[in-house]
């Protein structure tokens, strides 16, 4: 089965990385299309055998799409693609912010939604999926199949979408914050710690207390309690995290929902 990847920036890119190497996808098969043609040809380059191609090309020839771009340049890729979609194509969208439904009323092939993580890049993690209307049985098979390779595949409704990106796709970069932020902030207090000291503790503790919990089949709130001895410096340290921390979540959650929302009503695919 041929299958096409419109945009192979930083997820697009990802995908087809993980999945060439997983041998999921045979080159010959595979065909890239980029508003940058630099990108899609290193990535030949890389595979040999794989095609670089135009978003109609992709279109004409692939069976499976995986549309890897942002919602704002959906419509213009679309309209590139439409005089070759058909009904028989399955189409994947990493934009969240475009409704099924939506998607539906505008092209004729069978839709989901693909939510990747960059830790796809070493085969882990989770992928969310979103099925639309017109997805079969069969459909659902091929994509939790082929996605399963390299990650942990979650169907969920859409409805679920926001809160779920958040903890999945999004999650890598909020816990490299606060494991950086933990960091620096140890070494502006103790500047006999350098930077490289300080990365290297809170990282190599942080991949130990998470190897800890799937072995010891822990939950984090297990791991507080065993390491949060009342009294102790650590358990002043939860304390003054729970005056901020809760609401600095509330606060991300609310407000990134609230600019998706505001996103999709500005969309006209």
Not at 121 to 146: C, F, K, P
Request: net charge positive.
């Amino acid at each position: 089965m041929n299958t096409g990847f419109v945009g192979v920036g930083s997820m697009g890119g990802m995908l087809v990385r993980a999945l060439l190497r997983a041998r999921r996808l045979s080159p010959p098969e595979v065909w890239l299309a980029n508003r940058s043609p630099q990108k899609a040809a290193s990535l030949a380059a890389e595979f040999p055998g794989v095609h670089p191609a135009k978003n109609r090309e992709v279109a004409k020839r692939c069976d499976l799409i995986f549309l890897c771009v942002g919602g704002a340049d959906i419509p213009s890729v679309l309209a590139e693609m439409d005089s070759e979609l058909y009904p028989g194509q399955l189409l994947l969208t990493t934009a969240n912010v475009v409704p099924l439904k939506a998607l539906e009323d505008r092209i004729p092939c069978r839709v989901a939604k693909l939510i990747p993580s960059i830790t796809q890049e070493i085969a882990v993690g989770i992928t969310l999926l979103m099925y639309g209307s017109r997805i079969t049985q069969e459909d659902s098979r091929l994509l939790e199949n082929l996605l399963g390779f390299i990650s942990h595949v979650i169907p969920i409704p859409e409805s679920q979408a926001r809160p779920a990106i958040s903890l999945t796709s999004g999650a890598p970069a909020l816990i490299a914050y606060l494991l950086q932020s933990m960091a620096d902030a140890a070494v502006r207090d103790n500047p006999e710690i350098t930077t490289q000291m300080a990365q290297s503790m809170v990282q190599q503790t942080a991949a130990a207390t998470i190897r800890l919990m799937e072995k010891a089949k822990m939950t984090p709130q297990d791991v507080i309690q065993r390491v949060a001895v009342p009294g102790g410096m650590t358990a002043l340290s939860i304390d003054i995290l729970s005056r901020s921390v809760p609401q600095a979540w509330t606060a991300i959650f609310q407000q990134i929902a609230e600019k998706e929302r505001q996103s999709r009503s500005n969309l006209v695919l």
